[in-house]
């Protein structure tokens, strides 16, 4: 069964606030960007890897992983829906995980896990339960009141889909106006039921300087306990 890995890449991390895009700060010693390709470049369960890059993007040639052959890159596109989208046109492959280039703790194991559970049905994605109680403020921040955390997740990525099924739901939602943030919704939006797949916690997405120091430990304890 062909899986391609679609990674989108080109956002610019405005919240990061540094100098470059996120995905190109360095995290023990390499690129967020390296780290999250090597991950799918080293499952044998990968076909292809399309990366998906911002217009003139000047950092990616510099990457020792872009000379992978397995590796083809695509144009980034306004949102990350458009880059995805992008990105399933250079796949020929029957199924798709796609994962966001800012998740670098993603373990050998979780996609493993994503591929075997989702093929088994009509897809799914990764999911991590939430453990915090949850409330709905206003503008004004004051509390509006309590949201019951049962069965609630947070979805994180990989997420994993027919390609062909995908790229029609996302074309669809994006034909609607919907600025879809993950794929799930766009096949929910298509009426689909995706699979919460039980995922790692520690699959975390870089967003903030704090973030990058907190990816730096759990790649760190990955490696002292032998989590691949
Ligand atoms: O900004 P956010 O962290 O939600 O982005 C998630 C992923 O989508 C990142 O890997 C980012 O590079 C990518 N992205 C993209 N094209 C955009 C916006 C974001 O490929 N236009």
Redesign the pocket.
């Known amino acids: 069964m062909a899986i391609d890995a679609v ?9 990061m606030g540094a100098a470059v ?3 190109y700060l360095q995290l023990a010693g390499k690129t967020v960007l390296q780290r999250t390709l090597e991950i799918f470049l080293n499952s044998p369960l990968i076909s292809r890897v399309i990366v ?1 890059l ?1 217009e003139g993007d000047p950092y990616f040639d510099s990457l020792p992983v872009s000379r992978d052959p397995r590796l083809i890159r695509a144009p ?5 829906c ?3 989208l992008a990105g399933l046109r250079c796949s020929e492959a029957e199924w798709v995980m796609v994962h ?4 670098p703790c993603l373990t050998g194991g979780d996609l493993r896990l994503l591929a075997e559970e989702a093929i088994s049905r009509d897809g799914g994605l990764l999911c991590a339960p939430v453990r915090d109680t949850m409330k709905r403020a206003g503008e004004d921040m004051l509390i509006q009141g309590t949201v019951d955390r049962n069965g609630l997740y947070h979805a994180l990525t990989p997420q994993m889909f027919r390609r062909t099924e995908l790229l029609q739901a996302l074309e669809d939602a994006a034909s609607r106006g919907l600025k879809v ?1 993950d794929e799930s919704s766009a096949m929910e939006l298509a009426g689909c039921r995706p699979l919460a797949v039980a995922g790692r916690a520690d699959n975390i ?3 903030s300087q704090g973030d990058l120091e907190l990816a730096e430990f759990i790649l760190e304890g990955h490696r002292r306990n032998g989590i691949v």
């Open positions: 990674i989108p890449a080109a956002g610019i991390g405005r919240r895009p996120k995905q998906c911002k980034g596109g306004a949102e990350r458009d880059s995805v966001d280039a800012a998740r943030t997405k870089i967003t």
